[in-house]
């Protein structure tokens, strides 16, 4: 018992598997809500909005929510829009997660995409790839 909550109140702890739950739970229930047109916001009507990923705080208070419009354009008008819905959404969360309380949102730009293009831009480098070719030789030649 001691063990978890020193575990517990630690800041380098990695999320528990009740917050990740939860996380999940509120980006499938959001994605849902949005895709079926549960809001009644017209821009958020125009705009297909993929959430990509939610992070809650450990006493689930707060919900960050990751998302990006189909295309990557107008994320900031899509943040915008969303947070203006927040209540809404907040809403239909509430009747789908089974706690006490309601994270409230926070809305941010999924920026995965972008730093998954950089990455892939990085190692087609013809200087990345030399060295990749190079470190391949080197382990090819210590397993003869």
Known sequence: MALMAKNRFQDTAGPTQRQLRIAE???RTLSEALMRGDVHDPDLGRMSITIGEVRVTPDLSIATVFALPLGGKDGDL???ALA????????????????KHTPDLRFM??????QMD?????????????DLRAKDDEDGSEDT
Do not use: M, P, Y
């Open 109 to 114: 730009v999924d920026e995965t995409f972008d």
């Open 118 to 130: 950089k990455t892939n831009r990085l190692l087609s480098q013809e200087r990345v790839q030399r």
């Open 25 to 27: 739970l509120i980006r």
């Open 78 to 80: 899509a943040i915008k």
């Open 84 to 99: 203006r819905n927040k209540g809404e959404l907040r809403r239909i969360l509430g009747k789908a997660l089974k706690i």
